[in-house]
């Protein structure tokens, strides 16, 4: 078994006035060689977005980009035709392919919006661009893990191009449960998005990242109530 433990407070961070933004792997001008990565996992962006502002139109390409808003709403609109609003309790899914341009607006004038971007490197290069988006809140489950993301279009929640899956644990205070990998070669990036937690012997508070990988599973435990994405992804690069 191998682990990796990033502090909250160790993420890179940027202030533009309208957005603030945590990074925990290396992102924009924040650069650690040390941090560029979790297996595919290229970008986890924690993100604040003042009232009535937002991101310009501007490209991505072969890219799965997934975005989990905690707080507000967020409009999309990409040049593939989409216009849409996700809130707390969605989850957004654009695979970039071959190229898709899009642009992101906290769509409320009096109130902020807090999102995770997350970046999964595809094993599918130049595909078709596709938007996605669902309510994982009909799908909500206490002291078990949510399936909100896989590489199957039949599964429960979202899908990318790629071998990866995605769970949201929401666990009472005490309870625990067992993590068991979907492929062995496959890694699990752990993410605090609120309360506390422990994989081991290792304490995890808000904001901070575990991985593990080089095992068939582990135990998580809730030290107080929590909030938990689990990002389960292939540790090689694609070649």
Do not use: C
Request: aromatic share 10%.
């Amino acid at each position: 078994m191998k682990t990796v433990y990033h502090k909250a407070d160790s993420r890179g961070y940027a202030d533009h006035g309208w957005l603030k933004s945590h990074h925990t792997f290396s992102f924009a001008n924040y650069y650690n060689p040390e941090r560029m990565n979790f297996g595919v996992l290229r970008v986890l962006n924690d993100d604040q977005v003042a009232s009535g502002m937002g991101f310009g139109k501007h490209p991505h390409r072969d890219m799965e980009i997934v975005s989990i808003p905690l707080e507000g709403d967020l409009e999309h609109q990409d040049s593939i035709g989409t216009t849409a609003v996700i809130k707390k309790g969605e989850i957004q899914v654009m695979s970039a392919g071959t190229g898709v341009q899009h642009s992101e607006y906290n769509k409320n004038k009096d109130e902020i919006v807090k999102f995770l971007q997350i970046w999964i490197i595809p094993n599918k290069m130049n595909v078709e661009p596709r938007y996605d988006q669902i309510s994982i809140k009909e799908g909500e489950k206490r002291n078990d893990f949510q399936q909100i993301l896989s590489p199957n279009q039949d599964d429960e929640g979202v899908w990318i191009h790629q071998n990866a899956w995605f769970n949201l644990a929401k666990f009472d205070k005490g309870n625990a449960k067992k993590y068991q990998m979907h492929d062995p070669n496959n890694g699990v990036y752990i993410f605090v998005l609120k309360g506390s937690a422990k994989v081991g012997d290792q304490h995890l508070e808000t904001r901070d990242g575990f991985g593990i990988w080089e095992t068939e599973g582990f135990t998580l435990e809730a030290t107080d109530d929590s909030e938990i994405l689990l990002m389960e992804v292939p540790m090689e690069l694609p070649q």
